[in-house]
């Protein structure tokens, strides 16, 4: 059974950094392109950052371009986001998402397997 | 930013009446288009992809339609457990979603 669960969220004060992790079980990582796509409270979806297969390509959404890293580990067939510098707009419900299908050239594309997500609180 | 705008915000409806959701998009997206359920608690489902294609397991009174810039999610007949938001999403252009839809029972 495909399952991801998404742990390492909590609360944060400004300025400060978190590392989310996802592990995945019942695919391998190596063969799907995985994204983190965040959800603040009461609000809607935002794409936050892809990772293709092969881990060569990465793409980030602008608002947190230069402060998050995405990386995966296909030994512990685990995606990682690495948030610095975070922000109170960083607040949100984070989830992994597998991509549904691969496309050439490497990019996001519909999200067919969720974690449950973890949350992440930025404030003082 | 390719901009996905929903109508209406929240829709009403009964059980066993249709569902007739709206996505239009800023500019063309041509069939680059998917639509998600989100149930609250609960992370999105994806119903539909590449406008018109179910998702695996997804019941066949969801459908969706349109291409360019207006696209539909027809719920052919409401079910108790159809009640949620739901999300479209374009990847014609980087990716981004819509603001969402509230399918409420009336």
């Known amino acids: 059974e495909v399952q991801m669960v998404e742990s390492g969220g909590g609360l944060v004060q400004p300025g400060g950094s978190l590392r989310l992790s996802c592990a995945a079980s019942?695919?391998?990582?190596?063969?799907?392109?995985m994204n983190w796509v965040r959800q603040a409270p009461g609000r809607g979806l935002e794409w936050v950052s892809y990772?293709?297969?092969?881990?060569?390509?990465?793409y980030y959404a602008d608002s947190v371009k230069g402060r998050f890293t995405i990386s995966q580990d296909n030994a512990k067939n685990s995606l990682y986001l690495q948030m610095n510098s975070l922000r109170a707009e960083d607040t949100a419900m984070y989830y992994c998402?597998?991509?549904?299908?691969?496309?050439?050239?490497?990019?996001?594309?519909?999200?067919?397997?969720w974690g449950q997500g973890t949350l992440v609180t930025v404030s003082s | 930013e390719i901009v996905l705008t929903q109508s209406p915000a929240t829709l009403s409806l009964s059980p066993g009446e249709r569902a007739t959701l709206s996505c239009r998009a800023s500019?063309?997206?041509?069939?680059?288009l998917a639509w998600y359920q989100q149930k609250p608690g609960q992370a999105p489902r994806l119903l539909i992809y590449?406008?018109?294609k179910r998702a695996t397991g997804i019941p066949g009174r969801f459908s969706g339609s349109g291409s360019g810039t207006d696209f539909t999610l027809t719920i052919s007949s409401l079910e108790p457990e159809d009640f949620a938001v739901y999300y479209c999403?374009?990847?014609?252009?980087?990716?981004?979603f819509g603001e969402g839809t509230k399918v409420e029972i009336k």
């Open positions: 990772i293709s297969s092969d881990s060569r390509t990465m």
């Open positions: 590449d406008a018109s």
């Open positions: 998402a597998r991509d549904l299908i691969v496309v050439i050239p490497a990019a996001p594309n519909w999200f067919d397997r």
């Open positions: 999403q374009q990847r014609s252009s980087w990716l981004t």
């Open positions: 500019q063309s997206v041509s069939n680059y």
């Open positions: 019942g695919f391998s990582l190596s063969r799907y392109s």
